[in-house]
């Protein structure tokens, strides 16, 4: 399942777990990025449509801290409208190089414009750019009409960087539940979950 010429499956002792979730998220993001893993930052977000069909993509982490799992959109693409229909999402995080995966499902609310606009600006160019291009999930009538719209964006980008995409939109994910699993090369894989309890967590074993 893991070849161990580039994976390194460290030991987890649940036991010493921190009584939280973010503090552990936070160590072992900082463990991938030094041991290499790729993207780390990256990860699956699944949402329900207003039928309650499931739907998944790949998106980027924006940031983990007391406001939550943050990503960001646009309101009007596919996710934004599941978002707002089922305002509900889980993330995984899978990083090989250690064997690991993370979970992390809660009710999800919009940041208020400002926050979204400004962590826009702290992108790149590109980013802004594919921002002011907008229609996201809409249906693409052709490739030069994406390379004509795509040119014109970037040099808006370009002239005038602090720009605004009135319909780009930071989330938080508010974790109700966050399950860490560290793999075993044996199978006895490790699986912490934390589960809200009043104001704070509790920790339970899971079998694998």
Excluded: C, N
Aim: aromatic share 10%.
């Amino acid at each position: 399942m893991w070849d161990p010429e580039v994976t390194e499956l460290p030991v987890f002792a649940p036991e010493a777990a921190p009584g939280e979730p973010l503090p552990l998220f936070t160590a072992w993001f900082a463990e991938a990025v030094a041991a290499g893993e790729r993207e780390p930052h990256t990860m699956t977000l699944a949402t329900a449509d207003e039928e309650g069909l499931p739907d998944a993509r790949i998106v980027m982490l924006h940031g983990a801290d007391a406001d939550g799992w943050s990503f960001a959109t646009h309101a009007t693409s596919r996710k934004g409208h599941q978002l707002a229909a089922r305002p509900y999402a889980s993330l995984t995080f899978y990083w090989p190089v250690h064997g690991r995966q993370i979970r992390v499902r809660g009710p999800v609310s919009a940041a208020p414009a400002r926050e979204a606009q400004a962590d826009l600006h702290a992108r790149s160019t590109g980013a802004l750019a594919a921002a002011l291009t907008g229609r996201q999930s809409e249906v693409l009538g052709s490739l030069e009409e994406l390379a004509r719209v795509s040119q014109s964006a970037w040099e808006a980008a370009q002239e005038d960087p602090t720009a605004e995409s009135p319909t780009w939109t930071l989330y938080h994910l508010h974790p109700d539940e966050v399950e860490f699993f560290q793999g075993d090369e044996r199978r006895r894989h490790v699986r912490l979950s934390y589960r809200r309890d009043g104001a704070g967590w509790a920790k339970v074993l899971l079998w694998p």
